[in-house]
């Protein structure tokens, strides 16, 4: 413990389990002011922060009515960090327009729904840090059936250098996260899901998953936070507009 985010107020998405969990974790064991927020208000249960919110980030009317509250009883945000996020599963062919509507919703326009939010607030103090989990399924590299994921992802790297561009003088950076594969309860639902609509053993879809990684093992949502913790803090002031991969080596 060092304090690093010590006084900030930080808000995070999708923080219920997995990395959004994990990054909530990091930030409060860091001394910020942690609120969570999550679809599924349940999952939010023994996280350390000072509020605990039920949010949909498909819902503008909910994403607005939150920015309102928090704005109230805290003032704007230091960090934002939007983490939620759908995987389809397919390519092309598999992904009617009412997936591709629903992924674009869920992992793209839904940063577009905070931001407008909570950036107005920061602006107007003059800092804050933004954190957007993108993949390195995305722009960065292709893996077979994330054809709608890997367009939400490569959206999303775009996102962040777009405002990241727009509010430099306005003491504003924004950081795209990139992570490789990360055990999460959505991967183990998704090895899962796998297994049985192949009919492969479970360990061998697991080890398929694995052996996507060159360093030889999944990563851990600690991991992720440990570089959302960094790019949050001060420490990195200097850094903007980037894709930052914690990724074993997908990318390689
Ligand atoms: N796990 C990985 O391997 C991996 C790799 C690269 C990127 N990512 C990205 O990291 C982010 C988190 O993934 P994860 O696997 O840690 O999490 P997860 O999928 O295990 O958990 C997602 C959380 O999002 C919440 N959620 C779902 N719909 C929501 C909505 N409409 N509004 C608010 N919250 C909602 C769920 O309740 C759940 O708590 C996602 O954006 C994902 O694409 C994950």
Same mark, same amino acid.
């Given at each position: 413990?060092?304090?690093?985010?010590?006084?900030?107020?930080?808000?995070?998405?999708?923080?219920?389990?997995?990395?959004? %969990?994990?990054?909530?974790?990091?930030?409060?064991?860091?001394?910020?002011?942690?609120?969570?927020?999550?679809?599924?208000?349940?999952?939010?249960?023994?996280?350390?922060?000072?509020?605990?919110?039920?949010?949909?980030?498909?819902?503008?009317?909910?994403?607005?009515?939150?920015?309102?509250?928090?704005?109230?009883?805290?003032?704007?945000?230091?960090?934002?960090?939007?983490?939620? !996020?759908?995987?389809?599963?397919?390519?092309?062919?598999?992904?009617?327009?009412?997936?591709?509507?629903?992924?674009?919703?869920?992992?793209?326009?839904?940063?577009? &729904?905070?931001?407008?939010?909570?950036?107005? !607030?920061?602006?107007? &103090?003059?800092?804050?840090?933004?954190?957007?989990?993108?993949?390195?399924?995305?722009?960065?590299?292709?893996?077979?059936?994330?054809?709608?994921?890997?367009?939400?992802?490569?959206?999303?790297?775009?996102?962040?250098?777009?405002?990241?561009?727009?509010?430099?003088?306005?003491?504003?950076?924004?950081?795209?996260?990139?992570?490789?594969?990360?055990?999460?309860?959505?991967?183990?639902? &998704?090895?899962?899901?796998?297994?049985?609509?192949? !009919?492969?053993?479970?360990?061998?879809?697991?080890?398929?998953?694995?052996? &996507?990684?060159?360093?030889? %093992?999944?990563?851990?949502?600690?991991?992720?936070?440990?570089?959302?913790?960094?790019?949050?803090?001060?420490?990195?002031?200097?850094?903007? !507009?980037?894709?930052?991969?914690?990724?074993?080596?997908?990318?390689?």
């Amino acid at each position: 413990m060092t304090q690093r985010l010590a006084n900030k107020i930080a808000l995070v998405t999708a923080a219920g389990q997995g990395i959004g %969990r994990a990054i909530c974790e990091a930030f409060a064991a860091e001394g910020a002011r942690v609120i969570a927020t999550d679809l599924d208000a349940g999952k939010l249960a023994g996280l350390p922060c000072v509020r605990r919110e039920q949010l949909d980030v498909r819902s503008t009317a909910a994403v607005e009515a939150l920015a309102q509250e928090v704005m109230k009883a805290f003032g704007p945000p230091d960090i934002l960090v939007n983490c939620a !996020g759908f995987v389809h599963h397919g390519t092309v062919l598999d992904c009617s327009e009412q997936d591709w509507d629903f992924s674009f919703d869920l992992n793209v326009k839904s940063m577009h &729904r905070t931001l407008r939010a909570f950036l107005p !607030g920061m602006v107007e &103090r003059q800092r804050g840090s933004i954190v957007n989990i993108s993949s390195a399924v995305s722009s960065i590299r292709a893996v077979p059936n994330r054809y709608v994921y890997g367009a939400t992802k490569a959206a999303i790297i775009g996102l962040t250098k777009a405002v990241a561009a727009d509010f430099i003088r306005h003491g504003i950076r924004a950081n795209a996260i990139c992570p490789g594969t990360i055990e999460t309860p959505s991967l183990e639902g &998704r090895v899962e899901g796998l297994a049985k609509a192949t !009919g492969k053993p479970i360990e061998k879809v697991r080890q398929d998953f694995i052996n &996507r990684q060159p360093i030889g %093992r999944l990563g851990t949502a600690a991991e992720v936070a440990a570089l959302a913790l960094f790019l949050a803090s001060d420490e990195a002031s200097y850094i903007t !507009g980037q894709t930052h991969l914690v990724d074993g080596g997908m990318a390689l």
